[in-house]
């Protein structure tokens, strides 16, 4: 079984993590690009959605994702499940303090 | 035939299993200092865990020694008020961070889960060593903030106050906290991973032991609730360094924020400390009731729902904070369901005794008191779920008494439990029955003296974190002083008479108390280094005393 698991983990090539590390590099200069422009309502969903696209590069390539078996996958998608139960109860409070009564 | 009191006579039928092993064991093959400092062996772990957490527990013992005497007189004449607050702070960090979220999953989860599931030691054993060293290096920075002056945020770190005013070394114990963290993080990765990928062959998910079902569910909240806490307190310490504003109102932050993130961890932190002592109580109930556990898949997946619950009820702690009331009953209806997973456990276990041959050896008095505490605890936080009523209760000494019922009532109780019934697998010695009783019981006399008439006291009106209180408090203060030292002695007694046994103890056999597990039935007492001789293959369910009397009796 673990043999199983450790033929799928082929490093890939140095110019795919290059190639990943130069994205990276750009999405954050476009995070600070656009945190000096003004959106209005959409500032926080566009740095968000940036990020976003970095945290699954990270976790895609650098993090062996692409390769990783099935149970991996089910980690790391309950791990981004419990992330959402986070925000999402919380953003709960926040979004109905104005509501009345 | 080594004998374990009244219950040899019932016991002994079973207890020639493996037998008593004079040879190599993991205690005897190797005594240098720096075979143990090195060990990758998971039991050798587990008692370095042992000994670091339990003189953790007794500086956080003492501490609360301090603030029970304090409140022995309204006035404030024994520690000053801000001594005080550096006390229960103190008192909180140590006994939460360092002594009950390790305690059963770091001591006997490293000891027992490779024994219980057939493996010769967890997935990584080398992870497994430098968690220890992590919690180890954790403790010394938190000692190390403790010594240059203490904190006196309380062990909530509640902001603005710890990001702004507090000039304690708040930052040096959130050091120490992010460390001890990830000892955390990397022992529930390591039990995951042991659990998924070592079983022995016929070790079904529903073959395992109730106590891997518990520590499988815990290393999953550690997993994935510890970050949540990391990152939250390298928020607080970049706020406060570099004054970027994340909590503080006047740099635009909200400090409600840190409420959610901490509670989103803290309160599921508290599951990380009971799901084990619900597991050991499984085990504990089913081998001294001769009975199959009534409801093993019910039980199992309550452990898991616990888990989850955990995750989702964390606002109950802010009801009072300004959070939405909307919000706020969306929180107070989810407290309640978990309620049902916990019920579900209970009443299995009520079940499970029904129709039993019941034995009273020691880990069975401390399961008893377990059962007791943990359901007056459970059910005084129904209380707290309600809106209404926690409007009344919230922060008076009721929320004390309520979660010290739980974690100290139902977790410590467990962790005894827990101690005393696995100590001849993990020493080869019996310690004396006699005083084992004695101290369970002393120990549920004196917790109950301590912290029923805090229920009271927190009914009435008493707030906690002060140092003095006014005059008509006086008289359940004293009941609560007088139950601590009470329930010091029950507490001491068995760094006494265990140590004892360790050294001079009848020797165990495999099997003293006729436990159906594969740590039982398949090792010598204490384990040989590599656990098993061969590779156990499981045929049964973990719990099959029924089968097992019967053809003692046909014999």
């Known amino acids: 079984m673990a043999t199983t698991e450790h033929s799928t983990h082929q490093p890939a090539a140095l110019s795919l993590y290059l190639l990943t590390f130069g994205m990276l590099m750009f999405l954050t200069l ?24 970095k ?3 990270v976790v895609v390539i650098f993090m062996h994702g692409y390769s990783s078996s099935p149970l991996t996958w089910i980690i790391i998608l309950a791990s981004m499940f419990f992330l959402t139960i986070m925000l999402g109860l919380m953003l709960s409070d926040y979004m109905s303090r104005g509501w009345a009564m | 035939m080594a004998t374990v009191g009244l219950e040899s006579k019932t016991f002994e039928k079973f207890a020639d299993v493996v037998g008593h092993d004079d040879d190599l064991n993991y205690l005897n093959h190797d005594h240098s200092v720096l075979s143990w400092l090195f060990t990758l062996d998971h039991k050798r772990i587990g008692l370095l865990y042992l000994v670091t957490i339990t003189l953790m527990f007794l500086l956080g013992g003492a501490l609360a020694g301090a603030i029970r005497l304090e409140l022995l007189t309204p006035k404030g004449d024994f520690l000053t008020a801000d001594t005080y607050n550096k006390a229960f702070t103190a008192h909180g960090i ?20 490779p024994l219980m599931i057939g493996a010769k030691d967890v997935a990584f054993p080398r992870l497994n060593l430098f968690s220890y060293y992590l919690y180890f290096a954790g403790s010394v920075i938190a000692l190390t903030a403790l010594l240059l002056g203490g904190v006196d945020t309380g062990w909530t770190f509640y902001t603005p106050f710890s990001s702004t005013y507090s000039n304690s070394y708040v930052i040096v114990m959130a050091v120490g906290l992010f460390v001890v963290g990830f000892s955390s993080i990397l022992t529930g990765l390591n039990f995951i991973i042991t659990v998924h990928r070592m079983r022995c ?10 106590f891997i079902w518990g520590i499988y569910a815990t290393s999953v909240v550690q997993l ?37 993130l901490f509670w989103f961890y803290s309160h599921p932190a508290v599951y990380i400390m009971i799901l084990p002592s619900l597991g050991v109580t499984s085990e504990v109930i089913a081998t001294f009731s001769r009975k199959n ?16 619950f955990g995750f989702i009820v964390w606002a109950h702690h802010m009801f009072t904070t300004g959070i939405s009331p909307y919000a706020a009953m969306v929180f107070s209806l989810l407290t309640f369901s978990v309620a049902i997973p916990s019920g579900i456990k209970v009443f299995s276990w009520l079940a499970t005794m029904y129709g039993g041959s019941i034995s009273f050896g020691t880990p069975m008095i401390y399961a008893f008191g377990f059962l007791g505490l943990f359901t007056i605890g459970g059910m005084t936080g129904l209380f707290l779920s309600t809106l209404g009523t926690d409007i009344h209760l919230h922060d008076t000494y ?15 109780m467990g962790y005894m439990a827990a101690i005393h019934y696995w100590w001849p697998k993990m020493t080869g010695r019996l310690y004396s029955e006699f005083w084992g009783k004695l101290s369970a019981g002393i120990t549920f006399i004196g917790f109950n003296f301590t912290f029923f008439p805090q229920f009271i006291l927190g009914y009435l009106g008493m707030p906690r974190r002060y140092y003095e209180y006014p005059d008509e408090f006086q008289v359940l203060n004293v009941f609560s002083t007088a139950g601590a030292t009470i329930l010091a002695v029950g507490y001491l007694m068995p760094l006494v008479y265990m140590p004892y046994s360790f050294f001079f103890g009848e020797k165990a056999n495999s099997n003293p108390y006729g436990g159906s597990t594969l740590e039982w039935t398949n090792t010598t007492s204490p384990p040989s280094p590599h656990n098993f001789e061969k590779t156990p293959v499981v045929t049964e369910e973990p719990y099959h005393y029924h089968a097992k009397e019967a053809a003692v009796v046909s014999h």
């Open chain 1, 30 to 53: 476009l995070t600070i690009f656009a945190g000096f422009q003004n959106f209005g309502m959409w500032s926080t969903p566009i740095a968000l959605g940036i990020a976003a696209v």
């Open chain 1, 55 to 57: 945290a699954a590069l």
């Open chain 2, 94 to 113: 140590i006994m939460l961070f360092f002594f009950l979220i390790p305690s059963i999953p770091a001591v006997l989860g490293n000891f027992l889960v």
């Open chain 2, 201 to 210: 062959p016929g070790l079904t998910w529903f073959r395992l032991p109730l």
């Open chain 2, 224 to 260: 994935l609730g510890t970050p949540v806490i990391a990152v939250t307190l390298g928020l607080l310490g970049v706020e406060r360094t570099l004054g970027v504003g994340i909590f503080d109102p006047r740099l635009g932050g909200d400090p409600i924020l840190f409420q959610h």
């Open chain 2, 293 to 308: 556990v009534f409801g093993y898949h019910i039980i199992a997946f309550s452990s898991i729902a616990i888990a989850v």
């Open chain 2, 398 to 412: 009721f929320i004390v008494a309520h979660f010290h019922y739980i974690m100290v009532g139902g977790a410590i």
